[in-house]
């Protein structure tokens, strides 16, 4: 049995029928930029968050981006983050011309270590964007009341968190902004490249529509200089569609993460911990074991996939000499970066396959 790390295509044909009409009703209407359903869409997602506006952008990548830049952060600025992410986290900060500044992570949950924010803030420092790495949610409370001692923006990287519970809020409406992307392979995935900010604050919105959309007010008429960084109509529709079926599906990787919590329980591997405060969505299932190199090779050599989120963190990647970071710098990121292995996950994951992983793991661990 060949197991993947997500199967898409099974979650494809669960929903065939109503996936199929979406995409032909577009197909008919040719409202392929800025049309009805993406607005529909916006107004979707930013319900299922709690948050009063929704903007549809082109990906994960561009919502943090056209954040930062619609904010006026930019050259002279530090904005603090974790190295132990997706690069797009950092490579938003550079791209508005502000310096990065790394934070290093807490052991049991993996995402910023917010004991140790403080002392990275400089007088430079405007903003904190804090990771809800794997589907865990960050401590936000602690973030948002440093951010108000200091007067920091904080912009929450919901990449992997889709209607993640915080203290009953939903991850994304809590900070200034929350950048989602809806990369296929996330918990809410278009069929392409997708993404969106949701945020309450009107001013931040009406910025971002226009940096998306060239700077226009209407066709010829730019306002200030923008981009393209519009979310197509098609994804909107498709994402419409699988918005309905995601609190199911989350529910299942709950369940699919409880199972190998259960039958991992005495292998000596170490299982994901859940913060009492959070509801952890599992868009990674990520266990840590000295033998990570073992494992994947056996999970492998059976045909099992399995990845490292991820293997080398920011602050040791060759583009990012120029900011001076070196090995020690980051112990905890750097040490978790060598025991990390994320295994299948995915709603249709059977109890059966389960069991089959978990017992290659036990077998070698
Ligand atoms: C996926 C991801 C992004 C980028 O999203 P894209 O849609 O791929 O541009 C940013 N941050 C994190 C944490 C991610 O997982």
């Known amino acids: 049995m060949k197991i993947p790390l997500l199967d898409l295509k099974a979650q494809y044909l669960s929903i ?43 990906s994960g990548t561009t919502a943090l981006d056209s954040v930062l830049l619609a904010l006026g952060i930019g050259k002279d600025d530090e904005v603090i983050t974790v190295s132990h992410t ?28 917010t004991e140790l924010i403080e002392s990275a803030i400089t007088e430079k420092t405007k903003a904190i964007i804090p990771v809800h790495i794997y589907g865990q949610p960050v401590d936000m409370d602690i973030v948002l009341d440093i951010a108000e001692k200091y007067n920091l923006k904080v912009i929450e990287d919901a990449a992997q968190a889709h209607g993640c519970d915080y203290k009953g809020r939903k ?35 009406d910025k971002i529509r226009l940096l998306r959309n060239h700077g226009r007010k209407d066709k010829y008429n730019h306002i200030v200089e923008g981009y393209n960084f519009r979310m197509d109509t098609l994804q909107a529709a498709v994402l419409s569609v699988k918005l309905k079926h995601l609190d199911e599906w989350t529910d299942k990787r709950r369940d699919r993460a409880a199972l190998y919590n259960r039958l991992l329980a005495d292998s000596g591997v170490v299982t994901p911990k859940e913060a009492e405060y959070s509801r952890h969505v599992y868009h990674v299932y990520c266990i840590r074991s000295k033998n990570r190199d073992k494992i994947i090779e056996t999970l492998n050599k059976n045909n099992i996939a399995a990845g490292i989120h991820y293997p080398v963190p920011l602050h040791l990647q060759p583009c990012y ?10 112990p905890v990121t750097e040490m978790i970066t060598q025991e990390i292995v994320s295994l299948p996950i995915y709603p249709e994951l059977s109890d059966e396959q389960i069991t089959i992983i978990c017992d290659i793991v036990k077998s070698v661990n």
């Open 16 to 58: 065939k029928n109503e996936i199929d009409d979406a995409i032909k009703n577009i197909l008919e209407n040719t409202s392929f930029i800025l049309g009805k359903p993406l607005e529909v869409f916006e107004n979707e997602f930013a319900d299922y968050c709690n948050a009063k506006y929704g903007i549809g952008l082109s």
């Open 86 to 113: 997706f690069i797009a986290t950092a490579e938003a900060v550079s791209h508005c011309g502000a310096r990065v500044k790394f934070v290093d992570i807490d052991e049991d949950f993996y995402t910023i270590n």
């Open 171 to 205: 991850t994304g409406s809590i900070g200034d902004a929350g950048c989602f992307s809806f990369f296929p392979g996330k918990n809410l995935g278009a069929y392409g490249d997708a993404g969106m900010v949701v945020t309450n604050n009107e001013e931040l919105t």
């Open 321 to 330: 000499e120029y900011l001076k970071y070196k090995k020690g710098d980051l």
